[in-house]
């Protein structure tokens, strides 16, 4: 999994960060623009924000992330959901928006979510339906070496096994726990090469595999994990494919998830700030080499971690 960056290309993609960065703030004023038609409205929106509910950068794609205004910011919090799960939703300036998880499986084309406004003119507390698009992206393919076969051809006295940690994981990525202090802006859990990006489509020694559902960091083992943002330690374990694993709530849905690692530090209950170090890092389940992956979930989705760095509060 050899992704070797030089100094050119980390300039590049921080150059494209700020691109990514300064077309998600412009898509989400012209969206807000398109709500509610005033140009005050969106400057208030923009300044609006506090360092607890500070928002993902938007990307519309498979993957991604959607800010979509649901409600006027006069009535009160709506409850949203996607799929049965429910969707984080702030209020920004004069609307309520909902922060929408996208699945790396979502098709291109109009998706929607669920909104149940209670007070609203006309509403009468009834469910609606509020549409946005979302466009194609294409991630690379990445290929994978690995020793050990029965990472990628498991043996089947161990198939009971990765199915119920599969059932247990569904459950712990999809818990719900309402919060006042939700920030998106995260810190790098650990700091080194991206060695492995979120979305591409895997092949593991020549066999296709589900695509990367989040971001490889080069990191040697015992390297401290340190939590992207504040929150509280929801799951930790020790799985077939992801090893040491633990999982942080960062509340309303946000959930990171740090696999591979040699050592839990923070143990399930405890309640972390961003930066501090909750775990080392390592080369347990499926790896081929030390390293951190991090996925982060957003109403049960896995979404492009990236989207959560280097956001200015
Ligand atoms: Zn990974």
């Not at 004023?29 to 038609?37: E, H, R, Y």
């Not at 194609?136 to 119920?164: C, W």
């Amino acid at each position: 999994m050899a992704f070797n960056r030089t100094d050119k290309t980390r300039l590049r993609v921080a150059q494209s960060r700020f691109a990514a960065c300064k077309l998600g703030l412009l898509s989400f004023v012209v969206a807000v623009v398109a709500t509610c038609a005033t140009l005050s409205f969106a400057a208030s929106a923009a300044s609006a924000a506090s360092a607890a509910d500070v928002l993902p950068r938007e990307s519309r794609v498979p993957g991604g992330v959607a800010l979509v205004a649901v409600a006027p910011a006069n009535e009160a919090k709506p409850a949203v959901t996607r799929d049965g799960a429910n969707v984080w939703t702030v209020k920004r300036g004069a609307s309520w928006v909902a922060v929408v998880g996208l699945p790396l499986s979502t098709a291109p084309g109009e998706h929607s979510v669920s909104v149940s406004r209670s007070g609203g003119t006309g509403t009468n507390g009834a469910t609606q339906s509020v549409s946005f698009t979302v466009q194609n992206k294409r991630y690379p393919v990445q290929h994978v070496t690995l020793k050990d076969n029965a990472m990628v051809e498991p043996p089947p006295e161990v198939i009971a096994r990765i199915e119920s940690e599969s059932v247990h994981i569904k459950t712990v990525r999809s818990q719900w726990r309402e919060s006042d202090a939700t920030s998106a802006a995260f810190g790098l859990p650990a700091v080194g090469r991206l060695s492995g990006r979120f979305g591409g489509s895997r092949v593991l020694n020549g066999k296709p595999r589900a695509p990367h559902a989040g971001l490889d960091v080069a990191v040697g083992t015992g390297t401290p994990v340190l939590a992207p943002s504040d929150g509280v330690v929801l799951d930790v374990g020790d799985y077939y494919f992801c090893g040491k694993t633990m999982f942080i709530d960062h509340g309303n849905g946000l959930i990171s998830l740090f696999c591979h690692l040699s050592e839990h530090t923070a143990k399930v209950g405890d309640s972390v700030h961003k930066g501090q170090a909750v775990a080392r890092s390592g080369a347990t389940g499926r790896a081929s080499g030390p390293h951190l992956h991090w996925s982060v979930y957003l109403n049960g989705v896995s979404v492009e971690p990236e989207l959560f760095v280097n956001i200015k509060k």
